[in-house]
């Protein structure tokens, strides 16, 4: 895959994650994990505590169909109010930043398309630019105001360098 590609970005991703790649022996549901992993790719926004509640909320914009309920709602159960829901998350309070959600949620809906529909085709857009794929799907910017230490990140890897977004 060319360097600056969709799934370049993907493949990059999951490395510096430390995430098993799908089809690999145990790794979380693939069902979920696989499309909520390229709205990661997508959004530019990382494996943090702060980045999983982000990307949740930009899939809630982007994916309407139990938005709130299939993907807010445990995120904030799980590290804003501290409550675990599965082993893999933990959990932790206080993570909520209404201003950075808002913000995610704006992003996510005006997103047209959705990683998590039955019709999007990953293998159609592997070998696209990123950017070129952000712009077709109407991703908004976004840049990142810091980035998170190694140890706030739920894979085994240091946080990947901020997605070009």
Do not use: C, N
Not at 11 to 22: D, H
Not at 86 to 105: M, N
Request: proline share 9%; glycine share 10%.
């Amino acid at each position: 895959m060319p360097p600056g590609s969709f799934g370049h970005e993907l493949t990059r991703f999951y490395a510096v994650s430390g995430f098993s790649f799908p089809g690999e022996p145990d790794p979380p549901t693939e069902q979920f994990t696989t499309p909520h992993d390229f709205a990661h790719v997508l959004s530019g926004y990382d494996t943090s505590v702060q980045g999983e509640l982000l990307v949740s909320t930009f899939t809630a914009g982007m994916h309407h169909l139990e938005g709130l309920a299939g993907h807010i709602l445990p995120v904030m159960v799980i590290w804003q109010l501290g409550i675990p829901l599965t082993e893999l998350a933990g959990s932790t309070t206080g993570a909520l930043d209404a201003r950075k959600q808002w913000v995610a949620w704006t992003r996510g809906d005006a997103t047209t398309a959705d990683t998590f529909s039955s019709g999007w085709d990953f293998w159609a857009h592997v070998d696209k630019p990123l950017e070129e794929l952000r712009a077709a799907m109407g991703v908004p910017r976004w840049t990142r105001p810091t980035r998170p230490t190694a140890s706030t990140h739920l894979g085994t890897a240091p946080a990947p360098e901020r997605l070009s977004a």
